[in-house]
């Protein structure tokens, strides 16, 4: 394999990996919910609250992170972004008072956007030609679903050995694994990943903050929007799925949280298979279209299907059907880029736009859905 692909891909791995990882912190509930829940005797409004507060941060940061990605070098965003979650990550798993964490998961809506995720998708795309996108994406997704299931079945592993004693100690010692790792993504991606090119930073913070505003302008930008809202909607409700079956099922604690790890290896297929079917088909969003179309007939399964233990099977069965195919979805969210002919040199910012309104559900879902927990159980 010639040098240059050897780079590639391997840069390819960590930003995946690093991908994977750093958003496990903030969205630790989807594994260790019921856990983290009884270490700190919340209710599931309080839990919902924790994950907005991140969500309002976390979308005022998608637009300011924007223009950051396209003016500053990713090699130092990124390092950046790591070493603080990390550190936030270990805070929050000595689980302090509800206002302090509230406090924690607003700082990883900074740590985990601003400095993160629009420096993530540029470096991810800068990787290849446009006819490569659609791979380059996929497996970007995909290897981040394989890795993450890696790093969640070591914190489950280590959640099990201290949850033999004490199930809050076993907790805790799961989120500062996760911390560790995601410290280490940190200190490699300053080791290996390249500063961009000087020519690519020439634009001042006010060049690059107008042109912010006048990608808004752009009627493509609004549908890659409009998809992302949509999809990332439905991969919020699916989300739920796992506590479901815990708390309605009768499925046990640990078995959930296995079953977090097995959907990053279910992220990896859809991923991996999202992007190369958007390659061959010459186009992402006949993926994106498909995929929708197979997740109505997912939730139509959720809505009829009656809450009896003995069918816990059958919920999982969907709840992996279900992931499939949001992964394959997901993976073109900004693979688009090139199919609306936004130029790389765009990217960060439109990346910032279509994140910020797109993941707007993040707001107000968790909340929503934890009410709904709450006031109606299994009615």
């Known amino acids: ?93 000595t689980f302090p008072s509800y206002n302090v964490c509230r406090v924690i998961f607003i700082l990883m809506g900074i740590s985990t956007i601003i400095t993160y995720w629009s420096a993530c998708i540029k470096a991810t795309r800068m990787l290849g030609t446009e006819e490569e996108q659609g791979r380059l994406f996929g497996l970007q997704e995909g290897l981040r679903g394989i890795l993450n299931a890696l790093g969640v079945f070591a914190m489950t592993a280590v959640y099990a050995h201290f949850a033999a004693t004490n199930e809050t100690l076993g907790t805790a010692w799961a989120i500062r694994t996760c911390s560790i790792i995601v410290i280490v993504i940190g200190i490699l991606s300053f080791l290996f990943i390249e500063d961009t090119k000087k020519e690519e930073q020439s634009e001042s913070v006010i060049e690059v903050t107008k042109g912010l505003f006048k990608a808004l302008l752009i009627p493509r930008v609004w549908l890659l929007v409009a998809i992302i809202f949509t999809a990332y909607s439905v991969y919020g409700l699916i989300g739920y799925a796992n506590t479901y079956a815990v708390q309605y099922y009768g499925m046990s604690a640990t078995m959930g949280s296995a079953l977090g790890g097995v959907r990053y290896l279910v992220q990896g297929l859809g991923g991996i298979c999202g992007g190369f079917l958007a390659d061959k088909l010459q186009s992402r969003v006949k993926v994106i279209i498909g995929g929708c179309a197979g997740l109505v007939l997912s939730f139509a399964v959720f809505i009829i299907l009656p809450v009896q233990g003995g069918l816990v099977g059958g919920v999982i069965f969907n709840y992996m059907f279900g992931l499939l195919l949001i992964y394959a979805v997901r993976s073109q969210y900004f693979a688009v880029h090139s199919d609306a002919g936004i130029p790389v040199e765009m990217s960060g910012r439109v990346s910032g736009i279509a994140s910020c309104l797109g993941y707007l559900p993040d707001v107000f879902m968790y909340t929503l859905v934890g009410g709904w927990m709450d006031s109606y159980g299994t009615r």
């Not at 391997?10 to 969205?27: E, K, N, R, S």
């Not at 507060?53 to 965003?77: E, N, P, Q």
């Open 1 to 93: 394999m010639k040098k240059e692909s050897v780079k590639k891909y391997g840069t390819l791995l960590l930003l995946a990996a690093g991908a994977g990882m750093i958003f496990q912190l903030p969205y630790i509930r989807e594994t260790y919910y019921t856990q983290i829940q009884n270490a700190m005797n919340l209710t599931n409004t309080q839990m919902g609250l924790l994950s907005s507060g991140y969500a309002a941060m976390a979308t005022v940061s998608y637009f300011i992170g924007g223009a950051i990605a396209d003016k500053f070098s990713a090699r130092k965003l990124l390092t950046f972004s790591f070493l603080a979650t990390g550190v936030l990550g270990w805070w929050f798993s």
